[in-house]
Nanobody
Framework: QVQLVESGGGLVQAGGSLRLSCAAS????????MGWYRQAPGKQRELVAA???????NYVDSVKGRFTISRDNAKITVYLQMNDLKPEDPAVYYC?????????WGKGTLVTVSS
């Protein structure tokens, strides 16, 4: 069993910043990929950013240069630093852990951006 607990969502003004955190616990193996997805109302869930246990990262084009994903392998925690938040960023942000062909999800944290 794997549990993912997100924190850090909230309301921020456009141009502001938020930092999301996701702590994983349970049966965690090396070689996993942790990431953040988001889903806005009426839209499909999309990958925002992902990071391997070795530190390789991947971002959706719309957040490149604004968001930074990082992880602490000792704490099994992944972070998403979101800067210069824009009106298109509001969504429920979900933490994901991909290991051994299985996907695990957190319950999500809401990010709201006011203009």
């Amino acid at each position: 069993q794997v549990q993912l607990v997100e924190s850090g969502g909230g309301l921020v003004q456009a141009g502001g910043s938020l930092r999301l955190s996701c702590a994983a616990s349970g049966s965690i193996f090396i070689g996993n990929v942790m990431g953040w997805y988001r889903q806005a109302p009426g839209k499909q869930r999309e990958l925002v950013a992902a990071i391997t246990s070795g530190g390789m990262t991947n971002y959706v084009d719309s957040v490149k240069g604004r968001f930074t994903i990082s992880r602490d392998n000792a704490k099994i925690t992944v972070y998403l630093q979101m800067n210069d938040l824009k009106p298109e960023d509001p969504a429920v942000y979900y933490c994901n852990l991909d290991q051994r062909g299985l996907d695990y999800w957190g319950k999500g944290t809401l990010v709201t951006v006011s203009s």
